[in-house]
């Protein structure tokens, strides 16, 4: 009997190592399906059940293969993503440093990871607003020296056309332009876009959203003619791409009508804000958030135009829209009935 158990005891043993491995695989499994799941949610819209899973991955990923490993860090990265999108930035920010301390160490400085996760952490610094609503001047001037600094390597070490150095450029001029330094933006979105036509294309969409971003600095600027030209193109190359119904091709199109009215060009104005109007109805709805907004847009024409009437029709039109879908305590559905009373 005691030989037959130590033949016996070491397959049992065996067996109870391949089953304890198998389990940890599930779990694992399990943990990855869940961040998918965040993944999936995020996409849909539903930031704050995408935080939550995210972070419940993390958790459960941190307990069955450690901290550092990539598979957790990739995670992290995500949830601090979630979290940012969900408005809960200083817990982004927190997720973002510690995804920046754990790449560092354990990748090492130089690594496209670790830039990556530099900028990452610099554009959740620049999402802080202070009480007034305005960017908050300190965390915005640490994402900006983040930026710069990993600019400047990526720059050195990597090349320019690298991909860390051209998304450190672009989160850079972001920075910049919203804490009103639309010179620095404006040359870096420049630099950005002729680097990005000569290796992505012109009608990349990185290329196309530094173009926007640049046709924004300018119009900040005041800089018409060169911003318009730059709306322009972005609109050509949009609806030649996604057709003009697109919802990204209406907004180019609705800054187009935008920088014409800031010019005073009202004639020409006027027709391109009702063009996006009735396109927003017919693509988004009209109770939609983005079509009230270019509602509003075309009455503030109109009514510089001196079409009184028209501008009320309309504003009248946009309260009726926002009081049916969000109610008469909505912002927006208040302001729409303040504009009723200013235009009579």
């Given at each position: 009997?005691?030989?037959?158990?130590?033949?016996?005891?070491?397959?049992?043993?065996?067996?109870?190592?391949?089953?304890?491995?198998?389990?940890?695989?599930?779990?694992?499994?399990?943990?990855?399906?869940?961040?998918?799941?965040?993944?999936?949610?995020y996409?849909q819209?539903?930031?704050?059940?995408?935080a939550?899973?995210?972070g419940?991955?993390?958790?459960?990923?941190?307990s069955?293969v450690?901290?550092?490993?990539?598979?957790?860090?990739?995670?992290?990265?995500?949830l601090?993503?979630?979290?940012?999108?969900?408005?809960?930035?200083?817990?982004?920010?927190?997720?973002?440093?510690?995804?920046?301390?754990?790449?560092t160490?354990?990748?090492?400085?130089t690594?496209?990871?670790?830039l990556?996760?530099?900028i990452?952490?610099?554009?959740?610094?620049?999402?802080?607003?202070?009480?007034?609503?305005?960017?908050?001047?300190a965390?915005a001037?640490?994402?900006?020296?983040?930026?710069?600094t990993?600019l400047?390597?990526?720059?050195?070490?990597?090349?320019?056309?690298?991909?860390?150095?051209?998304?450190?450029?672009?989160t850079?001029?972001?920075?910049?332009?919203?804490s009103?330094?639309f010179?620095?933006?404006?040359?870096?979105?420049?630099?950005l876009?002729?680097?990005?036509r000569?290796?992505?294309?012109?009608?990349?969409?990185?290329?196309?959203?530094?173009?926007?971003n640049?046709?924004?600095a300018?119009?900040?600027?005041?800089?018409?003619?060169?911003?318009l030209?730059?709306?322009?193109?972005v609109?050509?190359?949009?609806?030649?791409?996604?057709?003009?119904?697109?919802?990204?091709?209406?907004?180019?199109?609705?800054?187009?009508?935008?920088?014409?009215?800031?010019?005073?060009?009202?004639?020409?104005?006027?027709?391109?804000?009702?063009?996006?109007?009735?396109?927003?109805?017919?693509?988004?709805?009209?109770?939609?958030?983005?079509?009230?907004?270019?509602?509003?847009?075309l009455?503030?024409?109109?009514?510089?135009?001196?079409?009184?009437?028209e501008?009320?029709?309309?504003?009248?039109?946009?309260?009726?829209?926002?009081?049916?879908a969000?109610?008469?305590?909505?912002?927006?559905?208040?302001?729409?009935?303040?504009?009723?009373?200013?235009?009579?």
């Amino acid at each position: 009997m005691q030989n037959f158990a130590q033949r016996v005891l070491p397959f049992v043993t065996i067996g109870l190592f391949f089953t304890s491995c198998d389990s940890r695989q599930d779990h694992i499994a399990a943990a990855e399906g869940k961040g998918r799941l965040a993944q999936s949610k995020y996409d849909q819209g539903d930031y704050a059940r995408a935080a939550v899973l995210a972070g419940e991955a993390v958790n459960e990923l941190t307990s069955l293969v450690g901290s550092d490993d990539p598979r957790t860090l990739d995670c992290r990265h995500l949830l601090a993503e979630f979290l940012r999108a969900a408005g809960r930035i200083e817990e982004a920010i927190s997720e973002n440093r510690r995804v920046v301390e754990t790449s560092t160490r354990v990748l090492g400085e130089t690594d496209e990871d670790t830039l990556c996760a530099r900028i990452r952490l610099a554009a959740a610094l620049a999402e802080v607003y202070n009480s007034n609503g305005d960017p908050d001047t300190a965390a915005a001037q640490e994402g900006e020296n983040i930026c710069q600094t990993t600019l400047d390597f990526a720059v050195k070490d990597l090349g320019p056309e690298s991909t860390p150095a051209m998304k450190a450029r672009q989160t850079l001029a972001v920075i910049q332009a919203k804490s009103g330094k639309f010179k620095e933006a404006i040359q870096n979105n420049t630099v950005l876009v002729e680097i990005q036509r000569m290796k992505l294309g012109n009608e990349d969409e990185s290329t196309i959203t530094t173009r926007m971003n640049l046709a924004g600095a300018l119009l900040a600027q005041k800089l018409y003619d060169p911003a318009l030209r730059e709306f322009q193109t972005v609109y050509d190359i949009r609806k030649k791409r996604v057709g003009e119904d697109h919802p990204d091709t209406i907004i180019a199109e609705s800054w187009i009508g935008m920088c014409l009215s800031d010019q005073n060009r009202l004639a020409e104005a006027l027709p391109v804000l009702r063009d996006v109007w009735e396109r927003r109805k017919r693509v988004l709805g009209k109770a939609h958030r983005r079509t009230l907004v270019a509602g509003f847009n075309l009455a503030v024409s109109e009514m510089n135009s001196g079409n009184r009437e028209e501008a009320k029709r309309i504003v009248t039109a946009l309260y009726e829209f926002a009081l049916e879908a969000y109610g008469p305590a909505d912002s927006q559905t208040q302001m729409y009935q303040q504009a009723i009373e200013k235009v009579k």
